[in-house]
């Protein structure tokens, strides 16, 4: 039956008309899924449309629990987080929504990004209040009610995503808008829809990473380019491939050193993107009602996005062969069949593991070592990834309390595991130049990489210090000067 719901949500498809998107330049790989999180040299990894700002009235009381949800709602005044009753009006006040009528792309996306806002939000919302009278986590709700759990789960299966907080689908990529639709994606044109603490440094974490991945479209082109000219063994293609792909990663550089700023005050809103396979779920979460008879009872145990990263850090792993750096293992995003990978949108995942196999059986690294002036422009490349991880290990370890407030012996690992690998980085770049014969480079060229070796040195002794003794302090990002 065509309710006016029904009516509302037809009209609003079919006002949605997709941006003029460029076939990407390779035969070897297209989208598997027409979802809005395709993979393009035009969007590169943001969504085909901007996000759904508001849903449809149908949700209306679903729209006003995530208005009134955030710890300081930006108005001066404090929202449902900030006193704890957001658990207690979930359960009193949201509807069961039915959701088996909605198959609209658009609308499946951001029903998707507002129920996993939801979902963190209720169950970790006990181990926000307890992290900010005493700086640790406690416990956190076992289980996710129905009314959250059953649409969650219906929503996730049609749109071929895990029904938990992502970092794409939900915390970022899809929780923007323009202040002025005719303007692009700059800094001081967007904000964010959907916020946990509503503090600055949230803000700027969702607008630096949305303006960052407005460069991405680049990256993806001359990620294909790069395999395809190693694939037909044309250098000089490889060495043009390869400037482009640094030009595109030192823009999202430069955009978020503009915008990651008080890293210091991200714990207000972390703590709401821990997976439930976190010691503050002692057993995982339970979801109400969901499965067939016998399986939705049992715990789900998800990664969150304060355990994983965007697909930028793993198009740089892929492409350049750095997942296995580390002896004590791969990153978690080393495995695009079960590791972080595995949670990103499905054609992410596709993306990724076409990188991932393709730069494996071509050998980009060998290729990159096979001339001189290619090795430069590969430790480019690198240099700018390093750039990168830095700043986001650097981030995790202000993010975090120090150990003597409570650190769990599962992040210490975790961030063990990221310091090494950025430190392998740093190796590599300094291996690849005593790798190279540096006599047969310009002058130009020879100052670049010997700028590029004494940062890449700088960090790996900064990093084995900290390896040694955690308490050391790291280099600031302005003194290794990228």
Known sequence: MLTRHNLAFARLALSAKPSQVRRLSTATWRNPSPSEFTVSETTGFLPRHDPLPMLPSYFESLEELL????ISKGDGTYGLLHSGRFGERIERELPHYDVGFIFDSRILSALYRDYTFLASAYLLEPCDIQFRLARNYGLARRMLPANIAEPLETIAARLNARPYLEHSMSFT??????KDSSQPLTPDNIEPIRRFSGCDAEHSYIVGHV??????GSMVSAALEILGSVRTGNRSAFDKALRQ???AMAQVNDILSQTLKNTSEYASFRTFLNGCNQPMFSNGVLYENTGPLGVGQQPRHYLGVAQSSNPIASLGTHLFQLSNLSPRGTLPCASAKDGVDSLRPENYQSFLAHINAESRVLGVQTFALGSPASSVEYMAALDQVLAYRYRQ???LRDSIPLQSSGKSAAFRDYFDVQTRHVRDVAELVSRTHANTDTE?????HRAHAEAMVHRAEMVRRSLN???????TAPLAMSMIAY
């Open 465 to 471: 210090r900290i390896i040694t003794d955690p308490e």
């Open 211 to 216: 303006a960052a991945a407005q460069r991405t």
């Open 440 to 444: 047969l480079l310009t002058p130009e």
């Open 245 to 247: 792909y640094t030009g």
């Open 393 to 395: 290990w650097a981030n």
């Open 173 to 178: 990529f899809y929780n923007y808008r323009r």
């Open 67 to 70: 208005h009134e949800m955030p």
